[in-house]
């Protein structure tokens, strides 16, 4: 839906293993699941409209309004879904015929019509000329300039200049001959002559069986990465249980699949080193089939305050970036056996979203969150850090109205843990917040569950945007059962040391601790929170 007035030909396999009736059943299942998703999509895109229109500064939202209503506007077919036997040969002929057949009918695609310039047929015979011929090398990437060189040296095309060229890759690349992305700084300056070849090259990596390519590094490939079978176990583990490959496991995996299948000669290229990333790098975190995980080098946030005397967990072991791959993200065991189930006595908050949570949007705050904390257990839906030896469990719930995220802590034993903990919490929620703002109209709630067993009843907090005001509550009461909490179970809040044990008492002069919710920043590199404490009373 965001690409304006896009086409698409569900197409359907194997119907050599069902019989008739059962293909039938099966394409009336699934036009009706893509129609049932098209107006999900569309009653979604309505709410966020007009979330963006209810907000009080609506006037600063024009451009993301704009954008909102471009997309309702694009239109999307759906053809009729096709099915085929892809090993018999007339069905793939049919296939073919069926989408020329679309192609050309003006009603769907109104634009066909356009009469292209001579020119550019004139290039596109070269091109593919040019890809064909025995001197382009396998993987049949060309600079820019040489192209151009190549192709003004042919008849007719002596005049074509840069420009002209670029207008007709754009073009070249729209229809598929060719790939030229030129969005991609690092890449703008490359054309891909042989689009089948980047296919080749992300199948090294997204396929089956990828553990065992990992175990079958050979050990001269180990010693020529300055690794060791350690490394490589501790790889296979933490492939196994996170979805992650660090930088030095990438380049050994790739190492060992591009030699193995003769492409040794592109290994540097695509793949790069530390301070500058490959080709094929960018292309994989471009078409985010993996997520890059950065740990800081220098700066830790996550450590605990330097104690003279005492043992200081410096910095992580691993400086280098680790890349997840959310599609390997399958197993939720060492998630939960980390965490060790959920208790009722844990400090619990919920960042509610209207009309959804957007795709994509959790595994990016994992990735974000993973980036800040070392100790990290991903999963689909949960994702376990690791602070200060103290865990937090990050949840996502889609349902359709009950969408949250749920942040989850164990109760602090002592007093002074307090602030660790709402640190810890206030940390993830900032993620969640910031992120939030590349979804336009995107509507966000933070609320603490009531501690009560059973009961629905919700403590909203306050406006998480800034401008914060801070209970000065030390018990609140539920509206619904009528229980008592301790507001630091619910809310961010420490605790004063003489109020403790419970019940805290009220004519104590309690020290609150302020997380002043507007000031904490997320950089790259850098984190700041600001931190206030006021005295009450
Ligand atoms: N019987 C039958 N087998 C098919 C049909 N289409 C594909 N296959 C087989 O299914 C297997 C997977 O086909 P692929 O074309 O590799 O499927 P893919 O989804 O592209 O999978 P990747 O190659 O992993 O990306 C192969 O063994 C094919 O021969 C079909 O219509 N009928
Ligand atoms: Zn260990
Ligand atoms: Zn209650």
């Not at 356009?114 to 890809?131: F, H, N, R, S, W």
């Not at 070249?172 to 992305?181: A, F, K």
């Not at 995996?253 to 080193?273: P, R, T």
Request: aromatic share 8%.
């Amino acid at each position: 839906m965001r690409v304006p007035n896009s086409v698409v030909l569900p197409v359907g396999t194997h119907i050599d293993c069902c019989n008739g009736k059962e293909v039938e059943e099966k394409k009336r299942d699934i036009m009706t699941k893509i129609q049932a998703m098209l107006e999900e999509r569309k009653t979604n895109l309505a709410h966020l409209v007009a979330n963006l229109e209810d907000s009080e500064e609506s006037e600063f939202y024009m451009d993301q309004w704009d954008r909102l209503k471009e997309m309702e506007n694009s239109t999307l077919t759906i053809l009729n879904l096709m099915p085929v036997n892809c090993t018999d040969y007339q069905d793939i002929k049919k296939l073919e015929t069926t989408i020329l057949e679309h192609v050309k009918n003006e009603e769907i695609f109104p634009n066909i019509i356009q009469m292209l310039p001579p020119v550019y047929k004139k290039v596109e015979a070269a091109i593919v000329d040019i890809a064909q011929s025995e001197d382009t090398p396998e993987h049949g990437m060309m600079d820019l300039s040489i192209l151009l060189s190549e192709l003004s040296r042919r008849d007719h095309l002596a005049k074509l200049d840069r420009e002209l060229l670029q207008d007709i890759l754009r073009y070249l690349h729209r229809i598929g001959l060719i790939l030229w992305y030129e969005e991609i700084k690092q890449l703008e300056g490359t054309v891909f002559l042989r689009p089948a070849f980047l296919i080749t090259m992300f199948k090294t990596l997204i396929r089956y069986g990828l553990v065992q390519q990992l175990e079958n590094i050979s050990v001269d490939i180990l010693v020529g990465e300055h690794a060791t079978i350690r490394d490589q176990a501790s790889w296979v583990w933490m492939f196994k249980s996170k979805a992650m490959l660090c930088q030095a496991a990438m380049r050994a995996l790739l190492k060992h699949q591009l030699y193995s299948e003769s492409m040794k000669d592109i290994f540097e290229e695509m793949v790069g080193h530390k301070s500058q990333k490959g080709k094929l790098f960018i292309l994989l975190q471009h078409f985010e089939i993996c997520l890059e995980v950065r740990n800081m080098e220098e700066l830790n946030p996550g450590a605990r305050e330097f104690v003279p005397g005492k043992p200081w967990e410096g910095l992580l072991d691993c400086g280098a970036a680790h890349y997840l791959f959310p599609t390997y993200l399958n197993r939720s065991e060492e998630v939960s056996e980390m965490w060790g189930g959920d208790h009722p006595e844990d400090l619990q908050v919920r960042t509610y979203f209207s009309p959804e949570i957007p795709e994509g949007f959790f595994q990016r705050l994992m990735v974000k969150a993973c980036s800040f904390y070392s100790a990290h257990w991903v999963a689909k839906v949960t994702c376990l850090l690791i602070c200060s030896g103290k865990p937090l469990l990050i949840k996502e719930n889609n349902q359709k109205a009950y969408s949250y995220i749920e942040l989850r802590c164990r109760k602090p034993g002592k007093i002074t843990e307090f602030q660790l903990a709402w640190d810890f919490i206030m940390a993830i929620i900032s993620i969640i917040q910031k992120l939030s703002e590349d979804w336009p109209g995107l509507h966000m709630s933070v609320k603490a569950p009531c501690r009560t067993n059973g009961c629905p009843a919700e403590f909203v907090w306050p406006d998480v945007d800034g401008k914060s005001t801070v209970t000065k509550e030390e018990i609140k009461t539920c509206g619904l059962c009528g229980h008592l909490f301790q507001t630091e179970l619910l809310l961010p809040k420490v605790p004063n040391e003489r109020e403790m044990p419970q019940p805290p008492a009220r004519s104590s002069a309690p020290h609150y601790y302020v997380t002043s919710y507007g000031t904490t920043t997320f950089g790259p590199s850098s984190i700041n929170v600001n931190r206030q404490s006021i005295l009450d009373n």
